[in-house]
């Protein structure tokens, strides 16, 4: 390909891009189910054009599963491709300096909702394996993509597709492309991953409002009820007081944590350009790297309840609610630390007020086996096309499914093309081109190195 010929495609790939990324595809919000089925449906259609001749969307009580099987090639291996077509709610939208589902490029980054979580890696996946098809006119793998709905919103689609058909995920490969580089020019391959319990904590203390002067004083307020709650949850230092939850978690090892101490890591930076606060808070003691991949945290989300319209009114809240969520690491388990919360908030409610939790979604974490052949197979990739081998590293995010695609057996890859920079889930999330150009490379790589090794033993 000479330059006109890349630019060209590359025009033509950023259309197409383009084109997915317009799709407000908010799993999370009922609103905007139809737009979920139109990702789906647009998938369908690329997927037919990139030779797949099968290509099913898989029905159940949420959004669509896409399903798409390259041609059939004999005796060359098979990777499963992981990714996700929903995103994450984009407001607050005033935030945004071009809308979240108008795609702009502004100096080399397109800006959009689900740019780089998720759509941007799965559209860069298809064209690496439509670059490496395109190269020997025949594709030299098998490849199977199962892109998901649900991932933002913890939906049950995918899980009751693999529960039910467990035979989806025999692969010699899984390769999620859902996270980042741990740096720009750092190519990053992840070792674990953390898990969730996400619940709303809602208190009523009164069947009404009522007028804060009359009984300002004696009517117990919903909304003090229940911060109060939280604020026994965590302590100032950063400690959740959820009993035996720290005594759970098993702590990286001294190899683990000295390759940590070995990367690159500028706090300062850290908290001026992706954090932009004034300061780091939680448990000081462990680095910024434990505090994020191998620590549980305990976040609150958003609060409702009382008035929070223009100006003033005078009222007392009957009720009020709390979207929370812990993260946790290797040792804790959803469904014990979604009890331990429960008896946590009932012993920190007042006798007065009707304490509820209700569980919403959770999963446990992951840890993978990085020693399998598969791993070097995308490290010589990265290292042709990126100039670098891959850091291990682990993530603070969570991919609820990402336990169940390893159940067959295969080695299950979590590594990415975004930035740590890229602003996953906040106003203004971009992909850089330059990610999404070279990563298409070392994907179409990574497949034909793959297919050229004897069908790996896993
Ligand atoms: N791509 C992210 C996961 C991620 C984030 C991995 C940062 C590595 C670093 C994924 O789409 C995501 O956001 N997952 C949700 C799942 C949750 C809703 C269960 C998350 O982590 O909040
Ligand atoms: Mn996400």
Not at 29 to 54: I, K, M, N, Q
Not at 98 to 116: D, H, I, N, Q, S
Request: contains cysteine; charged residues 25%; negative net charge.
């Amino acid at each position: 390909m000479d330059q006109t010929m890349v630019a060209r495609a590359q025009d033509r790939m950023l259309r197409e891009l383009t084109e997915f990324l317009a799709i407000p595809s908010v799993s999370t919000l009922p609103s905007h189910a139809a737009d979920c089925r139109r990702a789906a449906e647009w998938l369908r259609t690329e997927f037919t054009r990139l030779g797949c001749p099968v290509v099913t969307l898989i029905e159940g009580k949420g959004h669509p599963v896409v399903w798409a099987e390259g041609p059939e090639v004999a005796g060359a291996p098979t990777v499963l491709i992981y990714g996700h077509y929903d995103v994450q709610p984009p407001d607050p939208l005033d935030e945004w300096v071009t809308p979240p589902f108008e795609p702009t490029v502004r100096e080399g980054r397109l800006y959009a909702r689900g740019a780089a979580d998720d759509k941007g890696q799965v559209y860069c996946l298809m064209k690496a394996y439509e670059a490496v098809r395109d190269a020997s006119g025949m594709p030299p793998l098998n490849v199977r993509f199962i892109i998901e709905g649900e991932e933002e919103c913890g939906g049950s689609v995918i899980y009751d597709l693999l529960r039910a058909e467990p035979g989806r995920t025999r692969a010699d490969a899984v390769l999620v492309c859902d996270m980042s580089y741990y740096a720009p020019g750092w190519p990053a391959v992840y070792t674990a991953l953390r898990g969730m319990c996400y619940a709303e904590i809602a208190v009523r203390t009164l069947e009404r409002d009522l007028h804060s002067g009359s009984y300002g004083g004696v009517a117990p307020n919903a909304i003090e009820t229940l911060v109060r709650i939280l604020a026994g949850l965590k302590d100032e230092r950063g400690e959740i007081r959820i009993p035996g939850l720290y005594d759970a978690v098993e702590p990286p090892d001294d190899a683990e944590l000295s390759t940590w101490k070995r990367l690159p890591f500028d706090e300062a930076a850290f908290l001026e350009e992706e954090v932009t606060g004034k300061a780091l808070t939680g448990l000081t003691r462990y680095s910024v790297l434990e505090r994020v991949w191998a620590l549980p945290t305990l976040e609150i989300h958003g609060i409702r309840g009382g008035f929070t319209g223009e100006g003033a009114k005078t009222v007392i809240p009957a009720q009020a609610t709390a979207k929370v969520s812990l993260r946790l690491v290797p040792g804790l388990e959803y469904q014990t630390v979604s009890r331990w919360l429960e008896e946590a908030v009932a012993k920190l409610a007042p006798s007065w007020a009707d304490v509820r939790v209700i569980p919403l979604h959770g999963g446990d974490p992951v840890q993978v086996d990085v020693r399998r052949p598969a791993f070097e197979v995308l490290d010589e990739a990265f290292l042709e096309v990126a100039g670098r081998r891959a850091v291990l590293v682990r993530a603070g995010g969570s991919i609820p499914i990402v336990p169940e695609l390893g159940l067959a057996g295969a080695p299950v890859i979590l590594t990415g093309i975004g930035l740590p920079d890229d602003g996953l889930h906040s106003p203004n999330e971009k992909l850089d081109l330059h990610q999404l150009w070279t990563g298409i490379t070392i994907f179409a790589r990574f497949f034909e190195r793959l297919a050229a090794t004897a069908r790996p033993q896993g």
